[in-house]
């Protein structure tokens, strides 16, 4: 997981690499480093000096480094760490230099220990634990055995590697080009004036280029200040420069619509509370345009599939990990409840390696904020083999997973920073709802007028979300009496229904960023072992919004009390049955029933939030987490 960035151009990049980098933090951040080019002095008939610079901690440890060591010059290559292989030590830390050439990488090369084993038994040193000196290597042996080029080398040191890479290398003997690779590892390209950019990551790009190419598997690239040479590499063998085929490709830039005042804080002390309270706006931006109020219908070609596609849908399957599965339960439950299409939803991660039953007649529906968590990508890539339909919902366009699809409906979320997924899930579920009403509509089992309703409901909800919002500073209160003063161990969340996927998603955010134990639960389920957990150290987070399962859960609340656990409740404004049974009441706006988990989940974020910020953890970067998962 790991970010990289590249820089060619006018400018002194070291700069520019540690921005981009500081953009790309929430990938990984044990240790960082760059290499930086020094074309600015270099004398008749030599090679510019590479100077490298790498620190083992935050990238504010990098920067430090740099001030004390700068590293003059224009072209350069960075990359902030996510340990795989090696731990978090200077010598591990990303870039590995090896004669002339220093590589980053992103991603893990599968044939790792038998290349090591076949340099090591040449002769060849590492300084390193890490399989990106390999690659290193490998291009040293290329330019050695007579490449031309640095493209070349790499492109030859490439065939002899598996796995997954985004890559970037540059050389002291080529100092005016920088040559970057793509095998299922994020990377994108911004074109500037004069200038180009690379980065796993658009938010990287935003503060000098809206123009962006993203690279597609197997591209190769050699950039140069005013020039970008794209090819497509296809290894036929053993790595023999014949076995190689190239072919030049022709991609031109995006531009996106993402804002460079989206990737910086503006004033909120993290970015997760920032991307809390953005939830409202995103949520209309998500709905805005596809949804039709005159028909009671999403308008068809917003939602990534044709009409005609579900004809033949037999059955949903949702593929997510993590925040996203959450939604994915959801989005279940409503692809079910409104659309009347049978509905699974399962771990990502399990699926792909359980020999599922999926073809033809399924909708595999994959929900991912990054569009790139390997798991997801690999099962739907399996599910596309076997004959399914593929819908991706992701909030990165042109990332790997809607690549792979049919077809995409995207989230309108802006970039997400907080490695702790907020405003992504509430978007998803609006994506989810969508998509449930288009196929209930499509089938002619949701009516115009429930439809109508539900849509007019869903577009009011940014509303009751800024309602919620003012829970702030209560949240902020029972954070720090019921879980950071009583030091709270762990904390149980129970939600039914809908609301089941909200006490999941509850208790993810929590433990995350707090590192408090906590657990999820269907609230039903309690008495079939949790209840064993619960006495007065106890807090048990009860989501309890007006439904249908308003009276079981209070129940819940009442088993929980006669052992002494300490309830804190999120119930519909006015509420006395549980409210009166509470220690702690957050008071939620009323909304349809249908519609309660964008609000329900509201306060369990301010909650986790508050909880950690008053540990003091490190909400945004929380100890051993990537936000995107890009290795198995
Ligand atoms: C939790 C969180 C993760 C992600 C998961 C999937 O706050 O952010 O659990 O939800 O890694 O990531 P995506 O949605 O990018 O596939």
Partial sequence: MCGIVGYIGPRPCAPILIDGLRKLEYRGYDSAGLAVLDTTQVAVGEAPKLGIVRAVGKLSKLDDAVRERPVPGNVGIGHTRWATHGRPTEANAHPHMVGDVAVVHNGILENHVELRNELQAQGRKFLSETDTEIAAHLIDIELANGARSLLEATKLALSRVRGAYAIAAVSRKEPDVVVVAKSFSPLVLGIGEGEVFAASDVPALLAHTRDVIFLEDGDICELRANAVKIERLLVHGDGSPERITVTPVVRHPKKVDWSPAQA???????????????????????????????????NSGEIGLAPEDVKDVKRVILLACGTSHHAAIAGRNWIESLGKVPATVELASEFRYRDAIVGPGDLVVSVSQSGETADTLAAVRDAKKRGAKLLAISNVVGSAIPRASDGALYTHAGPEIGVASTKAFTTQLSALLMLAVWLGRRNGKLT?????????????????????????GECEKIARRQLVQTDAKDCLFLGRGLNHPIALEGALKLKEISYIHAEGYAAGEMKHGPIALIDATMPVVVVAPRDAHYEKIA??????????????????????????????????????PELTPFITVIP?????????DLKGTDVDQPRNLAKTVTVE
């Fill in 264 to 298: 910086e804080k503006q004033g909120y002390k993290h970015f997760m509370l920032k991307e809390i309270f953005e939830q409202p706006t995103a949520l209309e931006n998500t709905l805005r345009g596809r949804v039709s109020l005159d028909d009671g219908d999403i």
């Fill in 448 to 472: 115009s007028e429930r439809a109508r309703d539900l849509l007019q409901k869903a577009i009011e909800l940014p509303t009751a979300m800024r309602e919620a919002l003012d829970s702030d």
């Fill in 555 to 592: 129940s819940n609340v009442q088993e929980v009390r006669a052992r002494e656990g300490r309830v804190i409740a999120i119930v519909p404004r006015g509420d006395t049955t549980i409210a009166n049974m509470a220690q702690d009441v957050i008071e939620i706006p009323d909304v349809d």
């Fill in 604 to 612: 369990l974020q301010l909650i986790a939030y508050h909880t950690a």
